[in-house]
Each structure stands twice: as C-alpha cells, then as structure tokens.
C-alpha cells in the first residue's frame, strides 16, 4: 500500500531543499505516493527552480498577488491548503523551514489531524521581528508538527529547550547539501552572458530580506560601492530580487556603478555556478549560509542575527550586519588577508552529508508502515551518520 504524502512548497528555497526529498519518496514508489503541491508564494522564481530540478506539481494554489499582504496571505493560504487536503486524502504532509506557506500548510495539516513533519526544524534566532515573520513561523509550527527532522545538533538542543518530544526529532543534516551533491554545477553557464561579469575576485552578492528594505539596504549598497571604489580588481554580480522595492533601492543606488553589476535572477545551476566561480559571498539569505560553506565560499552575512550559528560557529562565515563602515571593514580584511581567507574557505561543513532526504523518508517509513521505532542507538547513530 502506497502513503500519500503531500510535499508542500512555495518559494525558491523550499523547492530547492525539498526536491531531494520528493526524490527519495519516488524512488521508493512501493510505499509513497509523493503529492508535490505549490503555493506559488513566489512565482517567478518557483517555476523557474521547479523546472531546473524536472519536477511538476499535481496541484497549483496560485496565492500569490501583486504586493500581497501577509494577513492576506495567510488568510487565503489556510482554507486553500484546508480544502486541497480534502480533495487529495494524504497520509500526511512534509514542509519545509519559516515562510508563511510552511507555517500556514502546518496549521491546516493540524486542523485535518495529519501526520505533520517538518524539514529544518528547530532554527532559532530567538529575536521575535529577525527575521520577520520567519522566526514566529519556525516556533509555531513547532507546536504543530508531529515530526522534527532538525538538520543540526543544535537545532535538536533548541527544540528540546522548548519542551518538544525528544522521541519526535531526528538530526538529519540539511537537505540542501543534498540539492548540491544531486545538480551538476561545474558545467558553463545556460546563460553565456553571465561569463563576461566575472572578473578574479567576484563578489556575489544577494539582499532582499523585510527586515533589510529601507536604510539597512541603502547602507548596504554604499558599503558595495565603496569597495568596488577601494579594489580596482573586485567585481560585484548583485542579482536582483523581484521585490520592487528591492529593485528600487539597489537601482537607485547602485545602477550604472562601475564594476557592480545588477542583473536579473538567473536559473538555479547558473546560481549556483556564479557561486563556484566568486570569490567572496555577501548575502542575507539563510539558504546561501549554508550553500556558501558547503562549496567552500566564505560568506558575510548581512544580517544583525543568524538562526545559522554553526556557520560562525565553523569559522566559514561572520556576521556583519547592514552598517556600511563595518560591511567595507570586515570585507577589506578578507580581500588584503589570504591567510585569512583561507581559513574560512577551508572551514568544515557544519550542515551535513548529503544524506538527509534518505534520514528523512527513513523516519517517515516507519511511522506511517508501523515498523519498530527506532531504539536509543539507532537514534544515537542516525543523529551521527
């Protein structure tokens, strides 16, 4: 008998980290029944990423709007998700990390009364507004979720601190080195055009977080300039997020800079070629926190906290902020210090193996065909492996 899982996503990086997992499922066809269903919570670069990985959705919700709200969001999301569940009659439901599709998926799993699991769980910044909304989202869906799969230690710790079954939580590692060591990025650029914004030492930069619009971008984008003015061998390639109002920042402040150049979001294998081919990452992503060490980049992450620690922790990145003087400082020291840099660019990978889909759908397996629980060493040696 096959168990129907629904695999919900609704952004870029959920389908990035969550194809291994609908991977995993399919190849083991005579249990699951993977369901891959979408939001669509950003559209452009969802299909995109979808297409890149060979992956269709059986049913698409289409929630998002122009400057959608996020009350608006989320009111639209739960009943969708709530009625969808009613029509396709899962098993239960995978989701994935902090966005408002996880969080609201989790809500409507519980009011269905299914078998939740969240993938990435136990992130924690433990500041309620950094980053907005996605902390609160990861701590509720703490409270809905049935299975745990954190994808660290730590991440485990944080859980147990808040009162979650130890018996529900598996260190699993972090789907996205999975996505890695699965897509094939050594190739040449999909888009020729990519290759001539190279130059030795390219910085790769992203920003678009809420909590980063406004002064803290601006800030940011003089620090981007400033550099370029004080290395005359530094290239910038700064993507560009399709949220106008990061558009209008960066462009008014960055367009027509020399050596910067702003150009519009690229397929996820040319994403991750452009970051095989920098030299340094500047971002505030959570998922290039993780990507970055993983290919042995070191990352200043443009945030003032990360729910990421281990990277810090490895000494593959440091936190920086959004205060300009301080982004050029530490920025400079990683550019005039090879010794330096090399450490950081040598730093172990804190974020797993490449096996955390094969852990998850190990765990889900048992719980859904009523297999012997994993005992202490069994759990002891998962959480190892």
């Known amino acids: 008998m096959s168990h129907k899982i629904v695999v919900m996503v609704g952004t870029r990086p959920e389908v990035i980290k969550m194809a291994p997992v609908v991977r995993e499922l399919r190849r083991r066809s005579d249990t699951f029944e993977p369901l891959l269903v979408t939001t669509a919570q950003h559209r452009e670069l969802l299909d995109q990423t979808l297409a890149a990985f060979g992956l269709a959705t059986c049913a698409d919700l289409d929630l998002m709007t122009r400057d959608q709200r996020l009350p608006d969001l989320t009111g639209r999301a739960i009943p969708a ?11 239960g439901v995978l989701i994935h990390g902090d966005t408002t599709t996880a969080f609201t998926t989790a809500l409507a799993g519980f009011y269905k009364g299914l078998l939740v699991g969240h993938v990435e769980a136990g992130l924690r910044s433990y500041q309620r507004e950094s980053p907005f909304p996605e902390e609160m989202n990861r701590r509720l869906i703490g409270n809905l979720a049935e299975l745990h799969f954190a ?80 290395f005359e061998d530094v290239r910038i390639v700064f993507p560009l997020h399709p949220n106008p109002r990061v558009r209008e920042i960066v462009g008014g402040e960055l367009c027509g800079a020399p050596r910067i150049s702003l150009i519009e979001p690229v397929s996820y294998g040319d994403f991750l070629r452009l970051m095989q081919r920098s030299y340094l990452i500047l971002t505030d992503s959570g998922g290039m926190q993780e990507e970055a060490p993983s290919m042995g980049k070191p990352v200043l992450v443009l945030r003032e906290t990360t729910e990421r620690p281990e990277l810090l922790e ?35 990978n804190p974020f797993g193996d490449g096996r955390a889909a094969a852990r998850i759908v190990d765990v889900l397996e048992r719980r859904l065909t009523g297999a012997a629980p994993c005992d202490q060493h069994d759990r002891l040696a998962l959480a190892a492996s």
């Open 81 to 91: 998700v709530y009625d969808l569940f009613d029509r396709l009659a899962p098993d």
């Open 151 to 230: 994808p660290t230690h730590r991440a485990r710790l944080n859980l147990l601190n808040e009162g979650i079954d130890p018996a529900s939580i598996w260190v699993t590692g972090n789907t996205v080195v999975d996505a890695l060591q699965q897509f094939p990025h050594d190739m040449p650029f999909d888009d020729p055009s990519l290759t001539p914004l190279l130059a030795q030492r390219t910085l790769l930069v992203t920003a678009h977080r809420r909590e980063t619009l406004g002064p803290p971008l601006v800030s940011i984008c003089r620090a981007l300039r400033t550099i370029t003015e004080s």
């Open 314 to 348: 490895s000494g593959a990145g440091v936190l920086v902020g959004t205060d300009a003087a301080h982004i050029v400082r530490c920025t400079s020291r990683l550019l005039r210090h090879r010794g330096l840099y090399d450490r950081m660019a040598a730093a172990p």
